[in-house]
């Protein structure tokens, strides 16, 4: 019913514009700022008004009667969260739109949702980040919520050093992170499944990894990686020390990718850098670029032949394996095993040899058509030489 | 021997069997039409006595290169067909299917590669022998009275040649060939009347599905036809006319047998082959990949014969209407067209036209300098020149 009188309403705004009418009510006759605001955000299309929120008659235009009643003007800070639940944690209430109504007791466990209960208004609250009238769906891409948005929305603060400072924290992690190979997926790459922070500190109930934990949450896309961390040395040395496992290599925000960087220098900031450790490290990664690239090597051999062309659709297929095997070999370096490193680099390596032997084969048999072509010519030589003969003995033979 | 006395009974046999119900002779009097024998073949006699007769006929001595241009035009034509014929065996002409029906042509067919191949350079050759013809009938003479028509013939052979090659090239539907043969149409649909008779054919003035389609139709049908068709006027023109002697040759003097053309003949249709593999196999075209409608790879240009038009259009100022300059090229067409009619009248054949031969050494000399200007603008490195 509200949503038949909404769309009626919206209607009508759009036929008429009278300025009273629109999801704002006669509100926005004061604050058309404020209407416009709404009138863009989820909450407007669903049938909300701004009475829900702030109370008041908004079926007036007398100021005294409309911010009459239960009106609150601008809620407190300390009182949104509570607000926005009065909604959002009603399970009846949330049932049509499938959306979860756990926000508000995830919040409290946050380190926001703590600190604002201890009394610190400064903390984030829900319109922090979802907006204050213009509150879009984070499936919207203008909303602040979107997963590209996420990194900047949290960084307003978290990227405000002076602000941070306050609560101890140094360092800046919102620059640290652009710099990271999620930051790049993801705000380059337009990977939407590259990490952004609520990825790994969680949504509503954000709060920074236990020590003992980043294997898990790092472990949320990163499973092979993992999977061999956990079975190797490594996990048992780290949290003996103290340290926080993944973070202990890759750092914590600005995660770049090892890459060509020689991977001793990494070992060496904690083993010597002459020790059998840092060795090991120099190994695996041998293993690996090697196997890298010999599969570029056939792959260009590929792309080489596709163009003469050559039927390379058998390859392409054999060399989408060999890749398979090399991206599982960057996983199993985590398990600190030369042997488990090499079970996929010798894999994806022979089948690169293989691919390039094959190629070379078929280009020396193209090769042959020039040895072809010098037969070819021999016969053609001997059949002219044969025509040349017969006009030359009937001519002989022709009288004059 | 006796095997072949057998052999032999029967094909006479079989000859003789047809002959009462066929005229044989008639049939291969319509090989003579495409230039294969150069005069007339008499139609009431035996095959077996016209064909002897035919080989024994006397050929003026100056029956030789190079007044073989117009019969490697046919050897050269013949070959394209033969290919034509078996890559149509395996193309597709539809854009979904093109670019890929190419590729199982050369790629998994067995000699697909080289059918494609000499079917490519054939055409090259034979457009590069109807420019040599051109110049050699100008600078030899051969366009004036009462040989015109050769002349005419000639030029439309030419234009037929090259609507030959640009039609099929765009059928490999490769980003290369969709993109050149794009920029040639963009040429021609400025020409007047021609143009717009063109745009109407193709469905627009965009190269598309439909575009394909239609290519493929002149390519195989309209345009070998039309190939043929002025094929049969040249010769047709050439036995009524004669052979024209050269350089102080008395007509008629040294005869010569056919028998003796009919073996020149094999060598050179042996030699022609032989050209058109080599060519194939030590430079084949490289294989481009699909077409691309939203990528122009740089320094694509039009068709090396569209090179003169593109470069004569491209050298006038924005404000000038393309209608017009495209006009102004027309008539320089038809200038060329109209050279033997601007000739001395045939009485006075024995000398040329001064004028007349270096109008038509302008004429090419403009060609050839459009030919380099359009091939030099927008190449991929720079600007224009």
Known sequence: ?400 | MARDGRTAGILDRCIDWLEQRLNLTEIFSALSIYGLFYSEIDTRKPLRQALRDALDRPLPSYARWPRVLGLLVVVLFVFEGLTGGLLALYYRPTAEAAHASVRTIVRDVQFGWSVHQIHRWGAQLLLAVLVLRLLRFFYGGLHRPPRELLWLVAGALFLAGTHLELSGRLLTWNSLSYWSTTRGLEVLFDVPVAGDLLALFVGGREVGDPTLLRFYVLHVLVLPLAFLGLLYLNFATVRRVGLSPEGGEPAGAGREQYRAHAYNLGILITLIFAVLVTLAVLLPAPFSSEVDLFATPAGVRPPWYLLGAYGFLEIFPAWVPRRLSATLLTALLALVAALPFLERAPAEAGRRSRRVWILGTALFVLWALFTLYGALLDLPGGGTP
Not at chain 1, 338 to 354: H, K, P, Q, Y
Request: charged content about 20%.
């Open chain 1, 1 to 400: 019913m509200i949503f038949c009188t909404a769309m009626a309403l919206a209607l009508m705004a759009g036929a008429a514009r009278p300025v009273d009418a629109g999801a704002a009510g006669t509100c926005g006759t004061c604050h058309p700022d404020v209407r416009v605001q709404f009138e863009r955000s989820v909450h407007a299309g669903e049938g909300a008004s701004c009475a829900d929120c702030h109370g008041g008659n908004p079926g007036t235009l007398e100021v005294a009667a409309a911010h009459g009643g239960r009106f609150n003007g601008r809620p407190p800070r300390r009182d949104i969260p509570l607000l926005c639940a009065s909604c959002h944690a009603d399970v009846a209430r949330m049932r049509p739109y499938n959306l979860p109504t756990d926000q508000y007791a995830l919040y409290q466990t946050s380190r926001h949702g703590q600190r604002l209960a201890a009394g610190d208004t400064r903390v984030a609250v829900c319109t922090d980040c979802h907006g204050v009238h213009e509150i879009r769906s984070p499936g919207d891409p203008a909303s602040r919520v979107a997963r590209r948005n996420i990194p900047q929305t949290c960084g307003r603060c978290h990227g405000d050093r002076g602000l941070m400072e306050r609560y101890g924290k140094k360092g800046d992690p919102y620059a640290d992170y652009l710099q990271s190979v999620h930051a790049v997926a993801l705000l380059e790459g337009g990977n939407p499944r590259a990490a952004e922070c609520s990825s790994c500190h969680g949504v509503h109930g954000a709060a920074p990894p236990g020590v003992g934990d980043v294997h898990r949450v790092c472990g949320h896309c990163h499973e092979p990686a993992r999977r061999h961390f956990v079975a190797g040395p490594h996990r048992a040395a780290l949290s003996a020390a103290g340290l926080p496992e993944c973070a202990a290599c890759h750092g914590n925000h600005a995660i770049v990718r090892f890459g060509d960087q020689p991977l001793e220098r990494v070992c060496a900031t904690c083993h010597a850098a002459d020790g059998p450790e840092t060795d090991l490290g120099g190994k695996m990664q041998a293993l690996y670029t090697g196997a890298r690239e010999e599969i570029s090597r056939a792959s260009g051999l590929v792309t080489q032949a596709a163009q003469v062309p050559l039927d390379v659709e058998d390859y392409e297929a054999r060399l989408e394996e060999a890749k398979t095997y090399l991206m599982e070999a960057l996983p199993a370096t985590h398990s600190l095993s030369l042997d488990e490193v090499e079970r996929f680099t010798v894999r994806a390596r022979s089948i690169g040899e293989e691919v390039a032997a094959e190629i070379h084969e078929k280009f020396s048999n193209l090769r042959m058509r020039r040895l072809g072509l010098a037969v070819f010519w021999f016969y053609v030589l001997l059949t002219v030489a044969f025509l040349v003969g017969r006009r030359r003995r009937w001519r002989r033979e022709s009288p004059p």
